[in-house]
């Protein structure tokens, strides 16, 4: 007997339709733009919200987890943007170029546009959009994976982001910042940014995310980024959302051949978050290295799902992924590496540690490896421990007091995938930021 | 007043107990040599005093410098003047060997109530140290003990003992794994820090390191107590004639 299963729409999902139907006609772009929307909508409308049974999300049960959908946020009044001009300080005192967003909507008055390095060009997707500008629809929805319900949300209700490109050869020394921040407001913003680097250019992306601690806000970003062949791209993304926030993230990247591609995630922040990576190496020879490090505390579930998609012969990469976590948070990482046929000589090693501070918190890990090519050397590590108690006797034998004895066990735990970062500035403010929730801990 | 006093010690690990009422009076200045057979207790002792949770003492008493050692917790011991050259020393990835000295010293100190060292008087002080030690500025770069041979894991030992400055040190099996030339740079460091104030427990199986670090006194230890007590030649008379007559008289 075949039953039609008929599925009942969650409150979330429901939410997210009225939103949607409410919004279409005013979000920016035209009708072609308008038609994509539709159609991204139509990918959510048909799955629903992801949820256990759906293997990608079977950890991160998202129609469990989203018990609402908000309102999409109004742009900011004058309080938020002022409460948004303290934002960033976990960046410490790395000079970057702030392009700040406050619920999703960019902020000129706050942002630094002045005196763009030869080669850079920023723009907004709310203003590419409505402008019609060729260059940003033939870039946008390329790279994100147009079935993954996450993205098809962020597709369907995009209302600003970053644009930006930097020409063929040029170097931009100073780091980009694409800042998020929230304001008071219980809403949902959906922020789409779209990153051009050209061949042989050079810069440093960091995206980050923060709020206000006790607002049940909902953010959906999304990164395409194109890193064109012998470029050089670092991109980092912090996550420090209030602690009842719900984030889901994607970055879909494209490398070059012969490019160096590395991306850091940081996640400090959020109640809820996903944090997707989509990675393809297009072209021979590149090497990228792919790191993370995750400090979970009180009930907080962080999922970091990272996809490794080797075309192209040749390439290397490097994923560290190492977690934190205390009380009763839940930790996820999913890795996927694929390797395709044509994509010989492929070096891809993936290595990913949690450290449970408490016997209550849990962390899951599922390393894949799909290979297609006979010539490749591919590799997956994964590892879930608590502190090692001789370690910690040996410093407390030598006059350190156990706090202390641990926080230098769970830095030096992290040490290995932050120092990857290049940036040493960027580096230190990195460990700044985990002495201090070390710091908070007890 | 004495700066160890152990009285009838019983310790226990996983239920089973292998100190079997231990007494060790050592005072201010005094080098004890503790000798005996595997298994007789000797490093159960040395983890017992440096305060390992699963070194339970189930009866007896420790008072170090007349406080119950036991009240306190192994950084506590460690800040009130007691250090255990470990063994095996443990390697710790990921932080680097400065790192670890500073932390330490500044730990104990602020305990103490010192002011914490400045970053040129700290460097000055470990640098002076680890030349007399033989030790090359690179190995402090590293991370604590990792890569490092077991010679230079005892040597580091020995430097973390001279910085630290302790007022009892006990020294588990310092000479295992070293070669005559790294065996007698760790016993100069080791008399080098000999004043009439600091006290040393110098936990071995063989009478070779106790050529080059002379203790006052040598105890025997068999079957979880001292059974044997005298002076230097007490060493000399273990290696000629082993330890089967302590050995049975243990068992009787």
């Known amino acids: 007997m075949n039953a039609e299963l008929t599925t009942i729409k969650t409150a979330a999902e429901a939410a997210l339709a009225d939103a949607f139907a409410a ?11 308008a038609a994509r929307r539709d159609a991204a909508f139509d990918v959510f409308a048909r799955a629903g919200l992801p949820h256990r049974r759906v293997e990608d999300w079977k950890y991160t049960d998202l129609r469990a987890l989203m018990r609402d959908a908000k309102p999409l946020a109004p742009p900011p009044d004058a309080a938020a943007k002022a409460r948004a001009k303290s934002a960033g300080a976990i960046t410490g005192d790395v000079e970057t170029r702030r392009l700040v967003f406050v619920d999703g909507a960019f902020v000129a008055e706050l942002s630094d546009l002045a005196g763009l390095e030869p080669g850079l060009t920023v723009s907004t997707l709310a203003a590419a959009l409505a402008a019609g500008d060729a260059a940003l629809t033939a870039h946008l929805g390329k790279l994100a994976p147009a079935n993954d319900v996450a993205v098809a949300l962020n597709t369907a209700l995009m209302g600003d982001g970053a644009v930006i490109r930097v020409t063929a050869g040029a170097t931009i020394a ?5 800042l998020f921040v929230a304001s008071e407001r219980s809403a949902a913003s959906f922020v789409r940014s779209v990153i051009v680097v050209e061949r042989g250019a050079r810069a440093m992306v960091i995206e980050s995310h923060e709020g206000p601690p006790a607002v049940d806000y ?5 990164v395409e980024l194109f890193v064109g062949d012998q470029a050089h791209v670092d991109h980092v993304k912090l996550i420090g959302e209030g602690g009842d926030a719900l984030h889901v993230s994607s970055l879909a990247v494209a490398v070059g051949a012969r490019a160096r591609f590395n991306s850091f995630s940081f996640v400090a922040g959020g109640a809820v978050v996903r944090n997707q990576l989509f990675l393809n190496f297009d072209g021979e020879g590149t090497v990228a290295a792919i790191r993370g490090a995750s400090l979970l505390k009180g009930r907080q579930h962080a999922d970091t799902t990272l996809v490794a998609n080797h075309i192209a012969p040749a390439c290397q990469s490097r994923e560290v992924f190492k977690t934190v976590l205390d009380d009763e948070a839940h930790g996820v990482f999913q890795g996927r590496i694929i390797v395709r046929p044509h994509a010989q000589k492929t070096d891809g090693k993936m290595m990913t540690q949690a450290l449970l501070l408490s016997e209550r918190a849990e962390a899951d890990n599922k390393p894949e490896l799909e290979i297609f090519a006979d010539d490749v050397q591919c590799g997956h590590g994964a590892t879930a421990g608590a502190l090692d108690d001789e370690l910690k006797f040996y410093l407390m034998a030598r006059g350190i007091p156990a706090a202390a004895a641990e926080a230098l066990l769970i830095q030096a735990f992290l040490g290995e995938a932050i120092e990857g970062i290049e940036h040493a500035g960027l580096r230190e403010a990195l460990m700044e930021a985990v002495a201090a929730w070390l710091k908070a801990r007890k | 007043m004495a700066l160890l006093e152990v009285k009838n010690l019983h310790v226990a690990i996983d239920g089973k107990e292998i100190l079997k009422g231990l007494d060790l009076t050592v005072n201010a200045g005094e080098v004890h040599a503790i000798m005996g057979p595997n298994g007789s207790g000797k490093s159960t002792l040395a983890y017992v005093l440096a305060g390992r949770d699963d070194y339970t003492p189930t009866a007896g008493e420790v008072r170090f410098d007349g406080k119950a050692l036991f009240d306190m917790a192994p950084d506590e011991r460690a800040a009130a003047g007691l250090f255990l050259a470990f063994q095996y020393p443990l390697e710790i990835p990921g932080v680097a060997t400065m790192t670890f000295l500073r932390t330490a010293l500044n730990a104990q100190r602020k305990k ?33 003990n990792v890569g490092f041979s077991g010679g230079e894991k005892k040597r580091n030992e020995i430097l973390q003992m001279a910085l630290l400055e302790p007022r009892l040190a006990v020294l588990d099996e310092t000479d295992s794994g070293l070669d005559i030339d790294a065996l007698k740079i760790v016993a100069d460091g080791v008399n080098s820090l000999r004043s009439p104030q600091r006290s040393f427990v110098v936990i071995t199986h063989y009478q070779r390191l106790l050529s080059y670090i002379v203790p006052d006194i040598v105890h025997v230890l068999s079957g979880g107590r001292i059974v044997k007590t005298g002076g230097k030649e007490l060493a000399l008379e273990l290696e000629a004639r082993g330890y089967a007559e302590y050995q049975e008289e243990a068992a009787a």
């Open chain 1, 23 to 33: 919004a279409r006609d005013r979000l920016p772009g035209d009708d072609a733009v």
């Open chain 1, 174 to 178: 100073r780091p980009l910042q694409l």
């Open chain 1, 218 to 222: 909902q953010v959906n970003a999304a």
């Open chain 2, 112 to 144: 103490r109530g010192d002011a914490e060292l400045s970053t040129p008087e700290f460097i000055k002080r470990v640098r002076e140290l680890s030349g007399r030690l033989g030790i090359d500025q690179d190995m402090l770069r590293r991370a604590v």
